[in-house]
């Protein structure tokens, strides 16, 4: 039998990680957002394109101009995209961690089990609390 505590361990990981499932919903729409508005700076520099080949822009230094402002605003959406993931992304691999060595923890502390005892013993108690 695992100990309560260990139990109650696992019990722990679950929650935080269901609780981390329910904001990717926010986060998949927030990224939706971000690509959208990179999608349309990539429109913007095709656009630009099409203007110097056909030579409908012949000024030099506004087209530079108008690139580096697409080229900043590229930059900005792809930082906000990425400090909006590495908190999520962060929070994955800790609690990974943690579920790795609270697995190497089981082990150890009931060598009489086999490791597919101990999935079911804590799949079971998860059910139990409703996880």
Same mark, same amino acid.
């Given at each position: 039998? %695992?100990?309560e505590? /260990?139990? #109650? !361990?696992?019990?722990? +990981?679950?929650?935080?990680?269901? =609780?981390? @499932?329910?904001?990717?919903?926010?986060?998949? *729409?927030? !990224?939706k957002? %971000?690509? @959208? +508005?990179?999608?349309?700076? %990539?429109? !913007?520099?095709?656009?630009?394109?099409?203007? $110097?080949?056909?030579?409908?822009?012949? &000024?030099?230094?506004? !087209? $530079?101009?108008?690139?580096?402002?697409? %080229? *900043?605003?590229?930059?900005?959406?792809?930082?906000?995209?990425?400090?909006?993931?590495?908190?999520?992304?962060?929070?994955?691999? =800790? /609690?990974?961690?943690?579920e790795?060595? /609270?697995?190497?923890?089981?082990?150890?502390?009931?060598?009489?089990? @086999? &490791?597919? #005892?101990? $999935?079911?013993?804590v799949?079971?108690? /998860?059910?139990?609390?409703?996880?």
């Amino acid at each position: 039998m %695992i100990q309560e505590n /260990l139990l #109650q !361990s696992a019990v722990t +990981i679950r929650q935080e990680y269901l =609780k981390v @499932s329910s904001n990717i919903e926010l986060y998949h *729409k927030r !990224s939706k957002e %971000i690509v @959208s +508005i990179l999608d349309k700076n %990539i429109e !913007s520099l095709d656009k630009l394109q099409k203007d $110097i080949k056909s030579k409908k822009v012949t &000024d030099p230094e506004k !087209s $530079i101009s108008k690139l580096m402002e697409v %080229i *900043k605003e590229v930059e900005v959406e792809g930082n906000k995209l990425e400090t909006l993931m590495a908190p999520m992304n962060k929070e994955i691999e =800790k /609690l990974q961690k943690e579920e790795n060595e /609270l697995f190497r923890t089981l082990k150890e502390k009931n060598p009489e089990l @086999s &490791d597919d #005892q101990i $999935i079911k013993e804590v799949g079971d108690r /998860l059910r139990q609390e409703n996880l």
